[in-house]
């Protein structure tokens, strides 16, 4: 057993570096040693390394990643959550403390995994928390809602739940919802409540000059439409922006947000800046703050009035 | 059967505690009861019982000063000894009621005499021997707590790290005999299979305080499977074990550090980082200015999970290094004959060829090193070094 590990190590150095990968091959070992996360997993080591020396993620191989105190389930090809994602979610989780008596409504553009409104879910107190998450791919939305139900985190039988019902849950909630948000008829389409004490998204930011550029284990494994920021070709600029043109009209034109309420945007790379003067020109939000991630890059925009 | 022979039955129970003159003999059960009346520990529970009269006797009847308020504390404290301390004096009489009986004309009444004289004498003792000395030692403050087990290799290069995988699996096992749940929370492999440094956690009640001698230079002899001569090595591995918490209470970390003291470093560049990177990189490091204690911590698959343990390990060291301070504070103010445990100091052979596990501050050989290994020689072991941690606690009581 340990020839073969050993063996497999060495193949898998030839795609990462010394140190990963024998953190990887561990978290390999330990996955095939319990209970399988999914039908999709492997069996053996052997396959799993031959995926990885393919390129596929690590993620969707293991089929889980931690976040937080969740765990979540991976698939393809919904966007794997971030490290950076999980380090803002806490943060922001810091800024509220929502009570059963005092409850927050949620509403998540561009849901994916469903990792961030269903951390906040799982941070803030029970009965606390009432979530909606939106994304356009079926893949995610089915995978947001199994991982609501992997995490113990209700799902509302009759889509989102009006807030005069939330002091009748002792539970928090989450609904995951199928819609084009940039399709202007979504939130009435969705059946959602506005307006909302708190609204994130993690949209596509990636510009395609970029996009073209990346890794593999990314632009071959997960949805292009979770990654790339200009989904048309018409879109003049290629900042990878269109999204936070299309947050700041729903913010402007629907009255998604209480006065009172936050947004928090995650950005890529040199975009921060761009983003907090639209949400400020475009969106209507008064103040705006960035923050910077783990590695001290500028990450997220929090706008508030 | 002698009383004498009756307090050697458990060697390792506070013997210095029930130190009877052992070169006397016994010619008549009267001294039997004199000599358990003038061991030291009585006489402490005698001055502990006056000073708590007196105290009685200070405390004025409404209670209301600051100084009665200290008052009345100490005599609450010393309450359960007050009642221990009663039923001696019960035992003690009734000892005194049966002696004349032993001399008894009736041969019925003196066995019967005789009998009762024995049991109430046995009860004595049980009390000198372990009721005094538990109300007397002062609770452990670190009663409650988990472990941590850091695990280093030292001289002895790879096969140093293959021993070390050993003991780390001895601790395992261990831990699962006395029900503890052991975890291991980050280890550093070798090319050969070994390990260079582990840390482990243990979680359950009194883990810590069970396991906390194992601090120091486990040294092992043998002939390395590398080896092909067939020469004996000797190799180390250091142990440190700290003590943690289930979970910390925010408010708690103060005592031991500032947030603002501790730096959060990630350990690589991630380039764009964000949706352009789905690599795991989840290492962190923690720095702590004051102390400079640096923490690495990168096992787990997300950077939150890691920075808890990386938190954890932290905490657990700034306490191991609070425990450290007062105790040489106390040592300072009174000589202390509690031995602190020397990390540097050899602790443990554990010797291959000839099957043997010495424990160099026992002065004990266990002739069967597999037994250790697998846990239940070790768990005989630790009892041994509790129980002379006791011992030693008891001694300091009595000469101070």
């Known amino acids: 057993m340990r020839r073969v590990a050993s063996r497999l190590l060495h193949v898998l150095e030839r795609v990462l570096d010394a140190e990963s990968a024998v953190r990887e091959l561990r978290w390999m070992q330990e996955v095939l040693a319990g209970p399988k996360p999914s039908p999709s997993t492997s069996t053996t080591l052997e396959d ?37 994602t999980e380090d803002w979610a806490h943060r922001l989780a810091e800024m509220r403390q929502p009570t059963r008596h005092k409850p927050l409504s949620v509403l998540d553009l561009c849901t ?46 009759k889509g989102p739940l009006p807030p005069h019902e939330f002091r009748l849950r002792d539970r928090n909630t989450f609904t995951p919802l199928l819609g084009n948000i940039r399709d202007s008829a979504f939130v009435v389409a969705s059946g959602l409540h506005p307006p909302f004490d708190i609204i ?53 034109s629907n009255k998604l947000l209480k006065c009172d309420g ?28 960035i923050w910077n991630d783990p590695w001290g890059k500028e990450r997220v925009v929090i706008a508030t009035n | 059967m002698s009383i004498l022979s009756r307090l050697n039955l458990r060697p390792h129970t506070f013997s210095a505690a029930c130190r009877v003159h052992k070169n006397r003999t016994y010619s008549t059960q009267q001294h039997a009861f004199t000599d358990l009346d003038n061991a030291p520990i009585v006489q402490l529970v005698r001055r502990k019982l006056q000073e708590r009269s007196k105290l009685q006797s200070e405390t004025s009847e409404d209670r209301v000063s600051a100084e009665d308020v200290a008052r009345i504390k100490k005599i ?58 538990r109300l007397l030692i002062p609770a452990s403050s670190t009663a409650h707590m ?13 096969e140093s790290s293959l021993f070390l995988g050993e003991i780390m699996r001895m601790y395992l096992r261990v831990a699962g005999s006395y029900g503890w749940k052991a975890s291991v929370l980050s280890r550093n492999e070798t090319e050969n299979g070994g390990i260079k440094d582990a840390i482990l956690e243990v979680k359950g009640e009194g883990a810590y305080d069970i396991l906390r001698w194992e601090s120091g230079v486990h040294r092992v002899q043998r002939v390395p499977a590398t080896e092909a001569n067939g020469r004996v090595h000797t190799s180390t591995v250091s142990v440190m074990v700290l003590p943690t918490s289930e979970d910390s209470e925010p408010g708690k970390d103060e005592e031991l550090f500032k947030m603002s003291d501790v730096r959060i470093e990630v350990m690589r560049a991630r380039g764009a980082g964000g949706q352009h990177v789905n690599k795991t990189e989840s290492a962190v490091r923690l720095v702590h200015d004051p102390t400079g204690i ?7 698959r997300s950077q939150h999970q890691n920075k808890r343990r990386a938190f954890q390990v932290l905490r657990a060291r700034l306490m191991d290094r609070k425990l450290e301070e007062e105790m040489a504070q106390r040592r300072a103010v009174r000589k202390n004959l509690v031995r602190s445990a020397d990390r540097s100091e050899k602790v443990r052979t554990y010797n291959y060829a000839q099957d043997r596990v010495t424990d160099h501050r026992l002065g004990w050989s266990v002739m069967n090193l597999l037994s250790v290994m697998e846990g239940d020689a070790l768990r005989d072991i630790l009892q041994a070094l509790e129980e002379k941690h006791g011992e030693e606690q008891l001694e300091e009581l009595l000469t101070e």
Request: aromatic share 4%; glycine share 8%.
């Open chain 1, 48 to 84: 799993m390394v031959a995926r990885r020396v393919r390129g596929e993620p690590l993620q969707y191989i293991l089929g889980t990643q931690p976040f937080g105190p969740l765990t979540l389930l991976t698939r393809a090809p919904v966007l794997i959550p971030r490290t950076e």
């Open chain 1, 112 to 157: 994916g995994s469903g990792c961030i409104p269903l951390l906040l879910c799982s941070l803030w107190a029970p009965g606390s928390t009432h979530a909606c998450g939106v994304d356009i791919s079926e893949d995610a939305i089915k995978l947001s809602a199994d991982n609501a139900r992997a995490n113990d985190i209700a799902i509302p039988e």
């Open chain 1, 200 to 252: 994130t998204s993690n949209p596509p930011y990636i510009p395609k000059r970029e996009y073209d550029e990346l890794p593999v284990s990314v632009k071959d494994f997960e949805d292009h439409r979770a990654l790339l920021g200009d989904p048309d070709d018409t879109v003049p600029d290629g900042r990878g922006l269109t999204f936070y043109h299309t947050i700041a009209e729903l913010l402007n």
């Open chain 1, 262 to 289: 936050i947004v928090a945007l995650e950005v890529g790379a040199g975009q921060a800046r761009d983003v907090a003067s639209i949400m400020e020109n475009q969106g209507g939000m008064r103040h705006t703050r």
């Open chain 2, 76 to 133: 609450k404290e010393l309450e359960q000894l007050q009642h221990a301390w009663e039923e001696w004096t019960q035992v003690a009489k009734s000892l005194q009621e049966t002696t004349p009986l032993l001399s008894d004309s009736d041969p019925a009444m003196r066995a019967l005499a005789e009998e009762e004289h024995a049991s109430l004498t046995q009860e004595l003792s049980a009390m000198v021997e372990t009721t005094f000395p």
């Open chain 2, 146 to 158: 988990s472990a941590l087990v850091e695990l280093r290799s030292g001289v002895g290069g790879s």
């Open chain 2, 294 to 300: 640096t923490v690495s911590m990168q096992d787990e």
